[in-house]
């Protein structure tokens, strides 16, 4: 829990301002008297006498003593779709009945209880309040929220002290993750230990022959049953087990499509952010090692495969600071110079909604130097009909000022569509798979299809 | 978004309570109003619509200055309708619009007190609402006595209004050094 703490004590009355509500009681209630007085009108005495007293009254309970608030906000790391809480404590004096705060609204953030005011009464011989305001959190990302104004007010509204507003607070909302499973192994294999079977036979799980027994070969392996009927010894031969670096690449060159966080719209790189974290965790818990790099965002550090419950907190760390299109320099040189980490003989799934050149360019080359490539489309379905896409969901895809330019985006965004497809032709043509996520089992039957191509004889460049 | 969305899209972020507040005020100021013209003798619409239409930008901004010019409108719209009491009777109207005007007060200073969009705890509204009718009461109590003075007149006596006039002057001074601190 991270305190975002303002507190303001102030000695005396020089905090405590008159409001508009004792300044109209006064002065009307003066006013009116004098002229009642004057004309001999005992009605326009009457009249105002309400006021003359609530003003007394608000004068008299004018508070001592300076209030004091305290502020905490928390936890500051959680994942999209939990609540964090906003908590004030204010200490009030004697005669500071009403106590309301009004917390800066965000876009992302929604009040569990539906505002983003807070209201107590403190009662006239209450010494503390607290506030409390649970605030959910829709989206994914890096933000600075619980801003925050408090006003606390003596009897009849008629003197109120002001604080300083409260700073604001860092809060990482980490992606949640979409379902994912996938009951097929990795197409190269290249680590030491893991779940994936090799192409060497080993100690392993995965049955491969039966052969007779030789020097070295553990007891544990003779099968007894086939060394009964053969009358030499047998041993059961199993595949190794291995694991795979499987490097995530996120293209976050663009954000397309309108977005609602949680439960609402997924913008292209909002499926991203959510399928990266579940292929995250899907491949880790199976033991593989995974990283991450993330094009075109510039405050991501690139994450070199490991594996481990921890790895995927990196992640999710990793890619809740994406902002998209923040890259330094040229398209090319930062997609460049991030792929060069690769490792040699992984697998990279590259999470993209194909509008990036560069990054399907950066596709066929990884693929040309050995690594197994899939390319994993996250453009948003409704994106893909340009015809029936509303005002709304056509300025998240290409941003327009004037309503006029409408028909033009419209027909713009086709042509966009068309050329994506040619590309995407040419990409699937080279070899490279295509799937358009889709939660559980997207990648089965590819990855099924490329694991059957890793172990065909195929001819290499030397 | 069409005007009626964007109505209901500033209603709902106003929240329940303070549209109450807002309602509130705008229907004491009318029935202030309607007292008023009943008590004049004769009804008064332009006057009455003007402090309507001063109700309704009232409630639209009721942390400015339109609340104290409202008042300000109904004080006037009294003084230049209703003629000086001369029966106990004549006291009642007074002491209603008074109390209505109380409410007018109240309601606009609940509306700035409660920022929009919260909800108003209930002890507060009850507090509220105790302490404004301890001031109703009072000013009940004063216009009793008030008409009964009406009814039994005092000989008029220079002293006595030299004395009225010296405590409200000192009462003006006494406000403005206390509001001034």
């Not at chain 1, 007394?56 to 790391?77: D, E, I, K, N």
């Not at chain 1, 989206?139 to 009849?156: D, E, L, N, Q, S």
Request: glycine share 10%; charged share 15%.
């Amino acid at each position: 829990m991270t305190v975002a703490a303002d507190s303001v004590e102030e000695d005396g009355r020089s905090g405590w301002l008159p409001t508009p509500n004792v300044v109209r009681a006064v002065s009307v209630a003066l006013v009116t008297m004098s002229v009642g007085v004057l004309g001999r009108r005992a009605d326009l005495v009457i009249l105002v006498l309400p006021l003359a007293v609530v003003a007394a009254w608000s004068m008299a309970t004018r508070p001592r003593h300076a209030p004091s608030v305290r502020t905490t906000l928390g936890p500051t790391a959680l994942p999209e779709g939990n609540a964090l809480t906003f908590t004030a404590f204010v200490s009030v004096p004697a005669g500071v009945p009403d106590v309301a705060i009004v917390l800066a609204s965000d876009p992302f953030f929604d009040p569990v209880d539906g505002t983003w005011t807070l209201c107590a009464d403190a009662g006239p011989d209450v010494g503390s309040v607290t506030l409390a305001a649970p605030i959910a959190a829709r989206r994914w990302g890096r933000y600075r929220t619980g801003a925050a104004v408090p006003a606390v007010t003596g009897i009849f509204g008629g003197f109120r002290h002001s604080f300083r507003p409260i700073g604001e607070t860092e809060v990482v909302v980490l992606p949640g993750k979409e379902s994912f499973a996938s009951r097929t192994g990795m197409p190269h294999p290249r680590g030491i230990v893991g779940a994936n079977r090799s192409p060497r036979r080993g100690q392993g799980n995965d049955f491969a022959a039966i052969r007779p027994y030789g020097p070295g070969d553990r007891l544990a392996r003779v099968n007894w049953a086939v060394s009964t009927r053969t009358a030499t010894l047998q041993v059961s031969e199993m595949h190794a087990d291995l694991d795979t670096a499987v490097t995530l690449v996120v293209d976050a060159f663009h954000d397309l499509g309108s977005t609602g966080g949680v439960g609402g719209a997924a913008s292209s790189l909002d499926t991203a952010v959510r399928a990266t974290t579940a292929l995250a965790e899907h491949y880790l818990r199976a033991g593989e090692r995974v990283g991450l790099l993330v094009l075109g965002a510039s405050d991501v550090p690139p994450l070199t495969a490991r594996s481990g419950q921890a790895q995927l907190r990196r992640i999710q760390d990793g890619l809740a600071r994406i902002v998209p299109g923040t890259v330094r320099g040229g398209e090319d040189d930062a997609t460049g110079a991030l792929l060069a980490r690769l490792q040699p003989g992984g697998v990279v799934l590259l999470l993209t909604p194909v509008i990036s050149a560069s990054a399907l360019n950066r596709a066929y080359a990884l693929a040309r130097f050995g690594h197994t490539v899939l390319i994993i489309d996250t453009l948003p379905p409704a994106a893909l009909t340009a015809g029936r896409l509303t005002a709304e969901d056509l300025a998240a895809i290409a941003p327009f000022t004037n309503p006029r330019a409408i028909p033009t985006t419209r027909l713009a965004w086709r042509i966009r569509l068309l050329e994506r497809e040619g590309q995407l032709q040419r990409v699937r043509a080279s070899g490279i798979p295509v799937v358009p996520w889709r939660g559980p089992g997207s990648l089965d039957e590819v990855l099924r299809q490329l694991q059957r191509r890793a172990r065909a004889p195929r001819v290499a460049r030397r | 978004m069409s005007i009626r969305e964007d109505v209901a899209a500033a209603l709902t972020q106003e929240g329940r309570d303070h549209l109450r507040l807002r309602i509130g005020l705008v229907c004491a100021s009318i029935a202030a109003a309607i007292v008023t013209s009943a008590a004049s003798g004769a009804a008064r619409p332009t006057g009455v619509g003007v402090l309507f239409t001063l109700a309704l930008l009232a409630a639209l901004v009721p942390d400015g200055h339109i609340p104290t010019i409202l008042i300000g409108g109904h004080l006037v719209f009294w003084f230049m309708t209703v003629p000086r009491p001369t029966s106990a009777a004549a006291i009642a109207p007074a002491v209603v619009t008074a109390i209505l005007l109380l409410a007018v007060h109240l309601f606009a200073a609940a509306a700035t007190v409660w920022p929009p969009g919260g909800r108003i705890p209930r002890s507060a509204a009850r507090r509220w609402l105790r302490q404004g009718g301890a001031v109703a009461l009072a000013t009940i109590a004063v216009g009793g006595l008030t008409a009964l003075l009406v009814a039994a007149p005092l000989p008029a006596g220079t002293l006595v209004s030299l004395a009225a006039v010296a405590a409200l002057g000192a009462g003006a001074i006494a406000a403005y050094r206390l509001i001034a601190r």
